[in-house]
């Protein structure tokens, strides 16, 4: 089978690309100077010279809280576009299949725990990431309306919790949560430094899952795309407060020192724990435990770092 890949150079496609089903499949991973997601005739006219028979749509603007708050414009509009732009194409020129990614923080802030894809619009969004939420909402109903509308095209979206590990995106300002602390920690270890400020009171909770885990999960999608529900969960199925992963990450590196805590800091949700029931009775689960991802994760900073 021909796929298109998009966003192949991106932390979730790059662990695509590692994964040992990769070679499997006849994959297209254009970078943005051959495919321009926010032009739509460059998506059209490649789509309509390579015709793939599927698409997984993992490219984006991403980043953490403080990069989402900075650029609330910016993460909702090139993430629509983008996504608009591709999805329609495929459905103008009739590819048969899409395998979307979406994000957890689509869902209603309230709900915390045992979220359910059923939940989705059925109450306010966390407003750190509001412009980003809206944006992937926007692309995953596009792919449900399709679906529901032209009965030989299947455009199905995948939702998975936090993700962090080998490929992430290491930089203070614009980072996720887990590679910025590894970045801080290291340095502050190496410095010996007395303490890490951690925003908030570190009680919030959080589902993290290894990068390598997640590229498993959509090879595991798309070997079994026919049984796959219209929008599926991934995840761990359990969840760790912030200063657990703070601990963890201290261990990790090394860090002796302690933590000071930022009230005045935003925390974002207090939880978002998926539900995983769907993916669990198609028969995946993820395999790698947190302090081996994390020591992953600090061993491929390091490598970045060595150049």
């Known amino acids: 089978m021909k796929i298109l890949l998009t966003g192949g150079n991106g932390l979730v496609g790059k662990n695509i690309r590692e994964h040992k089903d990769f ?3 006849e994959f297209l991973v254009p970078v943005s100077k051959e495919l321009n997601l926010l032009n739509k005739n460059d998506v059209k006219n490649y789509l309509e010279k390579h015709r793939p028979e599927m698409v997984i749509h993992c490219a984006g603007k991403v980043g953490g809280i403080q990069a989402n708050m900075a650029d609330m414009t910016g993460f909702l509009f090139d993430n629509l576009q983008m996504g608009l732009n591709l999805i329609s194409s495929c459905q ?3 590819i048969p299949k899409v395998l979307n990614l979406a994000s957890s923080c689509i869902y209603p802030k309230e709900i915390g725990a045992n979220i359910k894809e059923e939940d989705l ?3 306010l969004l966390e407003p750190t990431n509001e412009g980003y939420a809206v944006a ?6 596009h792919c449900d309306y399709i679906s529901k509308q032209f009965p030989d095209l299947s455009y199905k979206s995948i939702i998975p919790c936090n993700i962090y590990g080998r490929h992430d995106h290491f930089d203070l300002e ?3 949560m887990v590679p910025a602390v590894i970045m801080r920690m290291t340095k502050a270890a190496k410095e010996s430094q007395e303490s890490i400020v951690i925003w908030g009171d570190g009680l919030a909770r959080r589902e993290f899952m290894y990068s390598e885990d997640l590229a498993d999960a959509i090879f595991f999608a798309v070997k079994n795309f026919e049984k796959l529900p219209q929008n599926t969960n991934i995840g761990l199925g359990f969840d760790y407060s912030i200063k657990e992963y ?3 990450i201290a261990e990790v590196v090394g860090f002796k020192g302690h933590f000071e805590f930022d009230l005045t800091k935003p925390k974002g949700m207090q939880q978002k724990l998926l539900n995983i029931d769907k993916m669990k009775e198609l028969g995946w689960k993820s395999q790698t435990d947190l302090k081996t991802g994390l020591m992953r994760s600090h061993d491929f900073y390091l490598n970045t770092l060595r150049g």
Request: hydrophobic fraction near 25%; proline fraction near 0%.
């Open 246 to 248: 703070y601990e963890t």
């Open 121 to 123: 619009l059925t109450g």
């Open 23 to 25: 070679n499997s499949y």
């Open 174 to 176: 614009k980072s996720h």
């Open 136 to 141: 992937k909402i926007s692309v995953l109903k």
């Open 92 to 94: 103008e020129l009739k």
